[in-house]
């Protein structure tokens, strides 16, 4: 299982401009961060299993990022390799057990690289509510484009599908999917591509992703991408147009 990044990149910029609207003279700013912790689940050996995630996003850059569970395990989150302003931490497939991560409230110690100015707490609270196990049931081409078809899972909020190239590399986000969608479907020409120069190209290897997403209870439309509770995926590997 790849190193699977739950950040979009609309997300991040969203609030970026936030944090950077709420800088005010006298400079500089104190520390402001956002703090996400969630679970994923997925199927590995028909079995689901279970591994916590975070990440933060920050005003300024970072130095670093610790997280405490509620049962006194401690996460060391790592700096994203395009902005220091975000640091994060998503299992890999070692990390994945069958039981879920205790509920309750991560406490984030998060310092900046600014000299003198203290470390910082924030607070995300991780409730007790779980998805069922999302599956992907086919992923064919239909006159050149993707479909991706999938059963219903019970209390979920969204859905996404994402398409990654073989080095793990995000090519394609789909918008948030309503919770009584079960199928998708996309092309070349659609929107959703990370980059309009990089998209699929026929006879070539991808894996696609399907996403069922459970926002926390106190989200609203404008911040759930930022207050995630649980998240459920499936992936199949293709080959585009065949």
Known sequence: MRNRKLILSAVVALLVV????????P?????????????QKTILNGEEMYAPAFWTLA??????????????????????PGSSLVFSHFPETAQYTDSLPPSGDYVFTVASTQEGEAPIT????????ELGAVSIDSAQF???????TWA???????????????????????????NNKTEFTFGINDSGWADANDRAETGENYKVELLALLYESTSTTSNKNYNIQFISFDSKDIVWDE
């Open 18 to 25: 936030t944090f950077n609207a709420c800088i005010e003279d």
């Open 27 to 39: 400079e500089p700013a104190p520390l402001d961060v956002a703090a996400d912790a969630f679970v």
């Open 59 to 80: 005003n300024k850059p970072l130095e670093s990022v610790t997280v405490e569970a509620p049962d006194d395990e401690t996460w060391q989150l790592e700096k994203d």
């Open 122 to 129: 924030v607070v995300d609270k991780l409730e007790d509510s």
């Open 142 to 148: 239909v006159n050149a484009k993707l479909k991706i």
């Open 152 to 178: 219903a899972v019970e209390d979920v909020d969204d859905y996404l599908v994402r398409l990654y190239d073989e080095s793990n590399n995000l090519l394609f986000v789909s918008p948030s999917l309503a």
